[in-house]
């Protein structure tokens, strides 16, 4: 049962660095076409960020409280680095929901009207609070791809 848990758990935390990844590459494609308006850009945006948030935490909790059940039986050192990095992005993307993409959500809301001046800075807060979080992730899914020093009991 250990191993299956901490297979879904690098399934999960590498799955989330790939989806996030393809949607910065794919609304950055549909955000810098001349095709469309600044309008159609707006809702391009309203529409996919909260699927990006519903992935981020659904993907990175399941893939925390599973790493529980491989990395707490490893030596007591490395299991607490390892618990503090697979819980960092999770921490920076509950503080990116909360903090910028909620007030950045309710600027773009309105997708026909002007947006305010504060627009702008929490729109550059959300860039780098994303890679931020992306690096964290993949850090976090490094540690946690490593192989034990410790043999594996056989389920």
């Not at 909260?50 to 399941?62: K, N, R, S």
């Not at 030596?75 to 993409?101: G, H, K, N, T, W």
């Not at 807060?125 to 994303?130: C, H, L, M």
């Amino acid at each position: 049962m250990r191993n299956l848990a901490i297979a879904i758990s690098r399934v999960a935390y590498s799955a989330w660095i790939g989806a996030a990844c393809l949607f910065v590459v794919i609304t950055l494609q549909d955000v810098q076409s001349p095709d469309l308006t600044s309008i159609e850009k707006a809702r391009i945006a309203v529409q996919r960020f909260p699927v990006y948030y519903q992935f981020a935490f659904g993907l990175l909790i399941v893939g925390f409280v599973l790493s529980f059940a491989g990395v707490s039986s490893r030596r007591e050192r490395r299991s607490l680095l390892a618990q503090c990095l697979l819980a960092l992005p999770l921490l920076v993307v509950a503080i990116d929901y909360f903090f910028i993409y909620l007030p950045l959500e309710e600027m773009t809301a309105a997708t026909e009207d002007a947006r305010p001046a504060s627009f702008v800075n929490y729109h550059k807060a959300s860039k780098w609070i994303n890679a931020v979080q992306v690096i964290t992730t993949l850090v976090a899914a490094v540690v946690l791809c490593l192989p034990s020093d410790e043999p594996t009991p056989r389920d």
